[in-house]
């Protein structure tokens, strides 16, 4: 069987589209069942189901989706290539949009071209990103199964309580924050308007691109707050190493001083350790 890698399969689902097209040398023209493999947790069981059960019962092709849970996408990334290798790969594998130019590369994926065009699919609805981002080499490689969506939560019962409207857009941001954010009398900050992740630039970069940013500003924009984070974190890491060594160094001379000047104070390890003779040190604590 030809290896096939998609997050769906192409000719099935293009044959449940579009069933009044004649036959071309994709269709299916036997039973078959397949694995799709997901990252979807048990959360989400419910939904996987009925996606699954609705197909099966009505694609008319005789294809039976077996859906397989195998972990986060870098597990899913490891089972496949395993399975890549023992030449027993899944009809269809779910993965970020960080892995498909590695398996085009690699030369791990079906080229779906042929079929878009055998069922005239237009694959324009996904928009010209999604698109973009399962392609690999001008060959549509994958499709897109579906998107990250930012929201915003917030504290519906308290927003009313303290009359904060909720932003509509970018612009009713700075209001929004101003009556959000709450100070204590010395000042320091009692509590934020809101909190954006600082664990991926992903975040800052949709706030930039909706704020009207374009493309390029907001790729050397990123690249210089990461690289600014990066920075801060090891000069963090310096200073407090430093500092430690300091005190090292520092802790044995001042009590050395100590016990010279007040001879009938004792280091603290010796209140600690009654056994020892006083004026003996045994070293820093």
């Known amino acids: 069987m030809k290896r096939f890698f998609a997050f769906l399969l192409c000719a099935a689902m293009l044959l449940s589209v579009v069933p009044a097209l004649a036959a071309t040398e994709y269709d299916v023209t036997e039973p078959i069942t397949i694995e799709w493999w997901h990252a979807h947790e048990s959360q989400f069981d419910e939904q996987i189901k009925y996606m699954v059960d609705k197909f099966n019962a009505e694609n008319g092709m005789g294809i039976t989706v077996v859906p397989v849970y195998k972990g986060a996408y870098a597990d899913i990334d490891t089972a496949f290539r395993a399975a890549d290798a023992a030449g027993a790969v899944p009809a269809l594998v779910c993965c970020n949009t960080s892995y498909p130019a590695a398996y085009g590369a690699a030369g791990l994926c079906e080229v779906l071209d042929p079929y878009i065009d055998a069922f005239d699919y237009d694959v324009e609805d996904f928009g010209e990103g999604l698109l973009a981002s399962t392609s690999y080499d001008d060959e549509q490689i994958c499709l897109p ?141």
Request: some cysteine.
């Open 145 to 285: 199964y579906l998107i990250s969506t930012q929201c915003m939560y917030y504290n519906k019962t308290a927003a009313e309580a303290e009359g904060i409207e909720m932003p509509k857009t970018i612009d009713d941001m700075e209001a929004f924050l101003e009556k959000a954010t709450l100070f204590n009398e010395d000042g320091t900050t009692k509590r934020y308007g809101t909190v954006f992740g600082g664990w991926d630039y992903w975040y800052h970069e949709m706030l930039f691109k909706n704020n009207g940013v374009e493309s390029g500003i907001v790729i050397q924009t990123t690249f210089w707050l990461a690289l600014i984070l990066l920075y801060y974190f090891i000069a963090t890491f310096i200073s407090r190493l430093r500092l430690r060594r300091i005190l090292q160094y520092a802790r044995p001379v001042h009590r050395r001083r100590r016990v010279q000047r007040v001879p009938h104070l004792l280091p603290v390890h010796h209140l600690c350790e009654p056994r020892q003779r006083a004026g003996r040190r045994s070293g820093p604590v």
